[in-house]
Each structure stands twice: as C-alpha cells, then as structure tokens.
C-alpha cells in the first residue's frame, strides 16, 4: 500500500492563476474574487487542481470546487445540501442528496459575509466529519 501523498498546493495555485488569467474575462475576474473571499474566511484552506483543470480548495476534505463554464462560475460545495443556507446563496444543483451550487453569472455578486460564512460552515462540517472517522469507537 502506497502512502497518500499531500496536494502539491504551490503548483495548484500557480495552475489556478494561470486559469484566472487565461480565461481573461468576467469570468476570470469573478473567479478571483471568489478565491479572494474562501481564502479570507480560511486563511488555512488549501489549493488543488484536479479533474483535469478545476480548482478546488479543501480543509480536512474538499470544500468547494471552481468551475468555470461560458454563461456561468460555478461554485459547487461537496457537503451543500449539509450546510444552512440562510441567505439562500445555493441556486444550483438544488435537487442532490450532498452538493449544492452557486452559479454566478456576469455582473452577479453575492453576499460576502454570508459566502464567507458559508465556507466556514463547510470546513466545520469536514472537520466534524474527520473526528467522528479517527475517534476511537465505544
């Protein structure tokens, strides 16, 4: 058995400006900000590139992923349909059983506090997650 090795988060990130700037539009601009804010509400929120080019950002497990598509950034939560969603910022994927998305189309913004919160909710769920998967069963 090989061990798991640790996303190489440095080339992540360089990938993931490299989109930012290759898709030189509203969509690159709006990918930014949205990296901007998930990093100001974890300062600890990690940077991968998977799938073939898409970001994603994980804190003890994947916390959203950033796609980009040509009417829509789409911004899809793993653990979604787990989170409260106060301020109704989830407006995709609505009929899962586990993710939910935002999708934000030209000129859209969203609330920052609440998306900054909305990433907190997310990292809190994973961390939960993991405690229950390494705690010792009674």
């Known amino acids: 058995m090989t ?27 709006t990918l930014a900000w ?19 080019g898409t970001p994603v950002w994980s804190h003890d497990g994947g916390v959203c992923t950033g796609e980009s598509y040509k009417q829509v950034v789409k911004l899809t939560f793993f653990r979604g349909a787990s989170l409260d969603d106060p301020r109704k910022l989830f407006n995709s994927s609505l009929e899962g059983n586990t993710r939910r998305a935002i999708d934000l189309r030209e000129g859209e913004k969203i609330i920052e506090a609440a998306f900054k919160e909305l990433i907190r909710s997310a990292v809190a769920a994973n961390s939960e997650s993991r405690a229950r998967r390494v705690s010792p069963k009674k």
């Open 3 to 29: 061990a798991k090795r640790a996303p190489d988060s440095a080339t992540a990130s360089k990938n993931i400006t490299q989109k930012i700037r290759e898709l030189g539009d509203w969509r690159g601009e």
């Open 34 to 52: 949205v990296r901007r804010l998930i990093h100001d509400a974890d300062p600890e929120i990690q940077e991968e590139w998977k799938w073939m």
